[in-house]
């Protein structure tokens, strides 16, 4: 049976029943699609929707895509935002319509989801030597001429692997690139420009490879510093100009230089400014996936745009909704939601504005503190200053969008208003 196309993929994901696998949604929409309940418009706080509910604001995402495609075209960079951070193929479909080269993604699943929708251009940030999944891509490729995938390579071996697994399916070659590690710790890559040298020596001899550039992640230069970075990302680049010189991208139409987490972009588009010309147009591919969400913890004080604040700014996008359950003293709440529904891996959640349960205006959170979660409370310590009451809802701000995203398969997407417009669909 074939496979659906991506405009059918996209229709049967509006056509999924809402039912007991999506927490937060109204129970009274049980049987509806998912498209249904989208066009019903419903509110947030009055529609039915039951805690806790993770939301999206409509308006920030909106405002974080297209900075960052005004940040990247300002400076001559290509973005193709890692999909690992989201996993939402409607997030992918709109960073592609604001721009986006492609998507970048880290495992063969993830590679099927972002096909399954139709995206085309793929930048796989890790060696792929699983066979079962290259053969796949062999045959992605041979059945759409406009599909490239490019991914890293980090080994002689790992290459002869991946020529052992295409060969005789792979109608054309599989791009690479080679992969430079940011310090010896680090997870891959090469460590040495002699090593990369050794693995671009290895694809060359390879018929079922094709080297189209160099690659890393800056993320994790040792104890990162302004300067450390931009002196990994100058080695990176000297690698790309020693590769060129010795002739190794010569069946590349472009020369593909590529790094930049969510952390570092600016050093990486300073130091890719100062590429010099190779043989080849250069493709200069920034990989940042956290901005289209942003959050109100890890990255925000990591942000770039903390050190160049006249580029812009980031907004969170997400909130997590949960009610008090629980006011045993005049110095502590609890919440109904917890680790299963928060991410909590680098910063426990902020609590940031309160909806009163009578309907009365939402107000500051003041005076409430997130001390701990439990699998399904969230601890509050609450001062003197803070009015909160059993019923009343609290919404939450989030740290590190990567695992947000990844306990929640529906999430409402929601104007300042209260007005539910959308839903997303996670793929984890």
């Not at 049976?1 to 996209?10: L, Q, T």
């Not at 049967?12 to 109204?26: I, K, N, Q, S, T």
């Not at 929707?49 to 001559?76: D, I």
């Not at 986006?100 to 251009?121: K, N, S």
Request: proline content about 6%; glycine content about 8%; aromatic content about 8%.
């Amino acid at each position: 049976m074939p496979a659906d196309s991506p405009a059918e993929a996209f229709a049967r994901l509006a056509a999924e029943r809402v039912d007991h696998r999506f927490r937060g949604l109204p129970p009274d929409a049980g049987g509806l699609t998912v498209g249904e309940l989208a066009a019903q418009r419903r509110n947030l706080f009055t529609g039915g929707f039951t805690t806790p509910v993770l939301t999206l604001s409509a308006e920030r995402l909106e405002h974080n895509l297209k900075l960052m495609q005004a940040y990247t075209s300002r400076h001559g960079l290509v973005l193709a935002p890692h999909g690992k951070t989201s996993m939402a193929p409607e997030l992918f479909r709109r960073q592609i319509e604001h721009g986006a080269w492609g998507i970048t993604l880290a495992v063969p699943h993830q590679v099927r989801v972002a096909r399954a929708f139709g995206v085309d251009r793929i930048f796989l940030a890790n060696e792929l030597v699983d066979a079962a999944a290259l053969r796949w891509i062999a045959a992605e490729q041979a059945a759409d001429p406009d599909f490239r995938l490019v991914c890293y390579v980090d080994s002689v071996r790992g290459v002869a692997l991946m020529d052992r697994a295409l060969e005789g399916t792979a109608e054309r070659p599989l791009d690479v690139v080679v992969e430079l590690a940011a310090g010896d710790d680090a997870r891959t890559g090469v460590r040495t420009a002699a090593q990369g040298r050794a693995v671009a020596e290895a694809v060359s001899a390879a018929p079922t490879l094709r080297l189209v550039g160099v690659a890393g992640y800056e993320g994790e230069v040792p104890q990162p510093s302004a300067e450390r970075v931009r002196a990994w990302l100058r080695q990176l680049v000297a690698l790309a100009a020693a590769l060129d010189r010795d002739g190794r991208f010569a069946a590349a139409d472009r020369i593909v230089v590529s790094a930049g987490g969510s952390a570092w972009f600016d050093a990486v588009a300073e130091v890719f400014g100062e590429l010099p010309e190779l043989s080849r147009p250069v493709l200069k591919l920034l990989r940042s996936g956290a901005y289209v969400a942003h959050d109100d913890g890890h990255y925000r004080r990591l942000t770039p745009f903390n050190r160049v604040p006249e580029e812009g700014a980031l907004e969170p996008a997400f909130r997590l909704w949960a009610q008090v359950v629980s006011r045993p003293r005049p110095d502590r709440a609890f919440l109904n939601a917890g680790k299963r529904d928060a991410a909590h891996d680098l910063d426990l959640p902020l609590a940031r504005v309160v909806r009163p349960a009578d309907g009365g205006p939402e107000r500051p959170a003041d005076g409430v503190a997130v001390t701990a979660l439990s699998d399904q409370h969230t601890w509050l310590r609450t001062g003197p200053e803070a009015v909160l009451e059993v019923g009343d809802w609290v919404g939450l701000g989030l740290s590190h969008p990567c695992t947000a995203f990844d306990k929640w398969s529906l999430i409402p997407v929601v104007r300042a208003d209260g007005t539910v417009v959308e839903y997303l669909r996670t793929f984890f």
